[in-house]
């Protein structure tokens, strides 16, 4: 498994790292994936498990880290943004994780209705007291981004988390780029498109299949292997299969070529959205969030949150 850098830090996690949104699977597949050689874990207070009464992702994750802390990068993400809830949400985290430091703390959106200015620093006290390592972002725009860093007094933003895939390269000609000269490393979330089934279906020529029988490699193995041919980036597939993690962890220590990248950049469809429609989104979501209101796109459900 290759190493990549977390911002300029100097701290190396492995390239294909493990989501667990959605994740049902226990601490021993979680394990396996540490045998398998990921070192990033990526969790967040939000992530529950989709199994009623089963324990939470953080939990899973701190029953896993259990005894191996220090092979561990956890990375955890709070849905709080006011100074209070912030550190309170930090200090829950940490004992269902079972540790003392989380190594990548992130603000999983933005948030229209608190100044941005009190959520990061918020996560910065955090750092200055031994509870949080390094701190990042998640789905921020370049602006979003640029006021974060300029809230902070004496530590960088060294992540963002953004939407990365084969179908999906909005990130592409500006984010990317941006977070490249800035020593910004990009955690490409979603990297199998959320749903693979959704990859395979925009490759009406089944170019991923060519290119992994060239390869002696399987479709996601490549659709993976295409991600983090981006320098400085690392993709955290999600799985509750064993073979999948399996995989999915040997999808890093080899490289496609120039020529199979372009090949599968010309034959799967894929979307960028354009810089008005990222706006739109944005105006809606700050909207939204001033309302305090809550749209679930999947259960078409509207809930006002109490925060
Ligand atoms: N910051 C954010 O806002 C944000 C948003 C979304 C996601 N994330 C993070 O990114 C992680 C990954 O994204 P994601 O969960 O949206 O989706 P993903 O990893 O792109 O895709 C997961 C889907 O791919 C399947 N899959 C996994 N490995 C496979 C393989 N080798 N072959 C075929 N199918 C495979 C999984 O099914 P099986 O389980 O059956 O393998 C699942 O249906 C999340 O878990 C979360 O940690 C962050």
Redesign the pocket.
């Known amino acids: 498994m290759n190493l990549r850098e977390i911002g300029k830090t100097g701290v190396k996690v492995s390239e294909i790292g493990?989501?667990?949104?959605?994740?049902r699977?226990g601490p021993e597949l979680l394990r396996k994936s540490i045998d398998l050689g990921v070192t990033f874990i990526?969790?967040?207070e939000l992530?529950e498990n989709p199994v009623p009464g089963e324990a939470e992702?953080e939990v899973v994750v701190g029953q896993a880290i259990k005894g191996i802390r220090d092979k561990v990068f956890v990375a955890n993400?709070t849905n709080h943004w006011r100074r209070a809830d912030v550190v309170k949400s930090c200090e829950t985290s940490l004992k269902k994780l079972g540790i003392d430091c989380i190594d990548l703390y992130?603000v999983?959106?933005p948030n229209a209705k608190t100044p941005m200015e009190e959520t990061i620093g918020a996560m910065e006290e955090l750092v200055e007291q031994g509870k949080v390592r390094f701190l990042g972002v998640?789905?921020f725009s370049i602006g979003e981004m640029k006021r974060a860093q300029a809230a902070l007094r004496k530590h960088k933003i060294v992540s963002t988390?953004?939407?990365y895939?084969l179908i999906d390269r909005t990130i592409e000609p500006r984010l990317l780029p941006y977070c490249r000269d800035n020593g910004i490393t990009v955690?490409?979330?979603?990297?199998?498109?959320?749903?693979?089934?959704r990859v395979l279906e925009r490759d009406p020529e089944d170019a991923l299949g060519k290119v992994a029988k060239e390869c002696g490699k399987?479709?996601?193995?490549v659709a993976?292997n295409w991600c983090i041919r981006q320098p400085g980036l690392i993709?955290?597939?999600?799985?509750?299969?064993e073979?999948?993690?399996v995989?999915?962890c040997t999808?890093s220590g080899w490289q496609l070529s120039a020529e199979q990248c372009s090949f599968l950049e010309q034959k799967v469809q894929f979307r960028r959205r354009g810089e008005l429609e990222t706006a739109v989104r944005r105006l809606s979501r700050g909207l939204f969030q001033k309302l305090s209101l809550d749209f679930n796109r999947r259960t078409l459900t509207l809930r006002v949150v109490r925060r």
């Open positions: 493990v989501g667990l949104w959605e994740y699977s990526d969790t967040a992530f992702a993400k992130s999983h959106w998640s789905n988390q953004l939407r895939n955690i490409g979330f979603s990297p199998l498109g959320h749903s693979f089934q399987t479709k996601a193995q993976l993709a955290i597939p999600k799985t509750n299969s073979s999948h993690m995989e999915n999808s």
